[in-house]
């Protein structure tokens, strides 16, 4: 058997039952095999406390690609978002069918946005929301731009 976001070998003892691409606690019924390691980078990890700066900014550039170098040609951020929110190669489909060309680190990182985006479509719904229909990815971005502003505003 080998881990879903790094094709290393996992054996019997040496690994994780991963909800992906919906957590458990979204409803998620879906797991896939996770080595410990990419388990707790994806799920125990926080993005700001454990995930060094140069690994995280690898794995986005590994899922943004080419998408990456036309989002540093838009000429502000809110043209930037529009034009992530329709770039047909950061939906989860695209992300998803592009799997396995994905650098590992970058599938972990997706994983981790995935859920932090299924989690939060959750709890919008639970409280009578219209959830957003905006990719992981997407969401993620703006999620951090926005935080972002809010940092650099106090």
């Given at each position: 058997m080998t881990c879903y976001y790094c094709d290393r070998h996992v054996d019997g003892h040496h690994h994780q039952h991963d909800h992906f691409p919906i957590p458990k606690m979204?409803?998620?019924?879906?797991v896939v095999?996770?080595?410990l390691e990419c388990h707790d980078l994806k799920d125990r990890y926080t993005l700001a406390r454990r995930w060094p700066v140069s690994g995280y900014f690898e794995a986005l550039r590994g899922?943004?690609?080419e998408a990456l170098i036309s989002l540093e040609k838009q000429d502000s951020e809110t043209a930037a978002f529009d034009w992530l929110a329709s770039h047909p190669s950061l939906s989860d489909e695209a992300v998803l069918a592009r799997w396995s060309d994905l650098p590992p680190l970058s599938?972990?990182?997706?994983?981790?946005?995935?859920?932090?985006?299924e989690e939060e479509l959750f709890r919008q719904r639970k409280n009578g929301l219209e959830p957003s229909h905006t990719s992981?990815?997407?969401?993620?971005?703006?999620?951090?731009s926005a935080d972002r502003?809010?940092?650099?505003a106090s």
């Open positions: 979204a409803g998620g019924t879906a095999p996770a080595c899922l943004m690609g599938r972990v990182l997706y994983g981790k946005l995935r859920r932090l985006h992981a990815l997407v969401a993620a971005l703006r999620s951090t502003i809010r940092h650099n």
